[in-house]
């Protein structure tokens, strides 16, 4: 009863009452949490009872939610002419029973982006996304900015950048989404992207390196190295090296590799066990399409894990991931037999 009596639990009737000095809050999303303005702290649980709550159904007539510049969701009565940060909604909630997640992944191949991070208020964080002008990359920055975090979307083609920008803000109008130029095939942009970025004098929570071509037919970037192999690894290893700073200054922060599953199909060591570097970027006479491709994606991996290795004890985690094997993109345009291969498999992919 000492330790009731000091949280001041003690002089409340209903166990859904709040104790003193505690508020009710929601996010963007209807989840009810709660704010202990006593030890300037929040969390999901009710303090007293113990338990999790959602809004149910939408906003009265009349009512519209909006976020203020410190990404406290607040809400608009226009019939009232008024504004409050207590959501019209909290007399209807609903109690939520979270269920202990089996030993398998709760998430299957029906899963959006928006459904994973239900219930996650991220705002204050900020996101970088390679390749976030379309296919996953583009749901990835989407979702994650309707969640409240601010998102670079860093695209070599700044027109198509700024369309995907607009099509984010035509969801939500207050998302804070911007497009930045980033040229992988290019270690020089790779170097102005890094520049222009920390000239913003922002933190870095998540850096998401999912750009990547497929099937692309044989060439030399400006720095004469194999476009497959720039693009999909080595931009994204210089990306790295380049944000590490910012990155340990914003920790807790995680980088994350995307990559594929078809690393297993290759190799990149030579007969007698050693890394063979002309595997990596090899000559026009040595060169197959997917086994660079594979290759590159091996190589995701590898840099992963030594990132990890070397940056978690500073707050900094990486994990590279697995994108499915059935999941359905623009990454097969380079070529018009993995387009016509795509387009048969498509009734059998997942779509975007």
């Known amino acids: 009863m000492a330790a009731l009596k ?8 209903s166990e859904e009452e709040l104790p003193p000095g ?30 999790r709550k959602r809004v149910a159904g939408g906003l009265p007539y009349g009512w519209e939610q909006e976020t203020d510049e410190n990404g406290q969701v607040y809400f608009v009565d226009h019939i009232n002419k008024r504004t409050t940060y207590l959501d019209p909604r909290l007399a209807f909630t609903v109690e939520d029973n979270p269920v202990k997640p089996p030993t398998r992944q709760k998430y299957d191949g029906n899963s959006t982006a928006m459904e994973i991070l239900q219930g996650r208020d991220l705002s204050g964080k900020v996101v970088i996304i390679t390749g976030a002008n379309s296919g996953i990359g583009f749901e990835t920055a989407k979702s994650l900015a309707l969640h409240g975090a601010y998102v670079i979307l860093a695209c070599r083609n700044m027109s198509r950048g700024n369309d995907a920008v607009q099509r984010i803000l035509v969801e939500w109008h207050k998302a804070k989404v911007e497009a930045m130029t980033l040229d992988l095939a290019s270690l020089q942009s790779v170097q102005h992207f890094a520049e222009a970025f920390k000239s913003k004098n922002v933190p870095l929570h998540i850096l998401i390196c999912n750009a990547a071509v497929f099937g692309a037919p044989w060439c ?22 380049l944000l590490e700073d910012v990155l340990r200054r914003s920790s807790p922060a995680r980088v994350v590799m995307v990559s594929s599953e078809s ?27 997917m086994l660079a491709y594979n290759r590159s994606k091996l190589c995701n991996i590898l840099f992963s894990n030594e990132l990890n290795r070397r940056l978690s004890p500073h707050g900094v985690t990486s994990n590279s991931v697995h994108p499915g094997n059935m999941m359905y993109s623009s990454i097969h345009r380079n070529w018009w037999v993995y387009t016509l291969l795509f387009t048969l498999a498509r009734p059998f992919t997942k779509s975007m």
């Open 22 to 51: 505690w508020e009710e809050r929601t996010t963007k999303d209807g989840w009810v949490y709660y704010a202990n303005h006593l030890e300037e702290k929040t969390q999901w649980e009710h303090p007293k009872s113990g338990k």
């Open 6 to 13: 000091y949280a001041g639990l003690e002089d409340t009737d």
């Open 263 to 289: 690393h297993r199909f290759t190799e990149i060591k030579d007969s007698s066990g050693k890394l063979d570097f002309s595997l990596l970027s090899p000559s026009k006479k040595e060169y197959w399409a």
């Open 220 to 241: 030399l970037t400006e720095d004469d190295l194999e476009s497959t192999f720039q693009v999909n690894h080595l931009g994204h290893f210089y990306l790295v090296q």
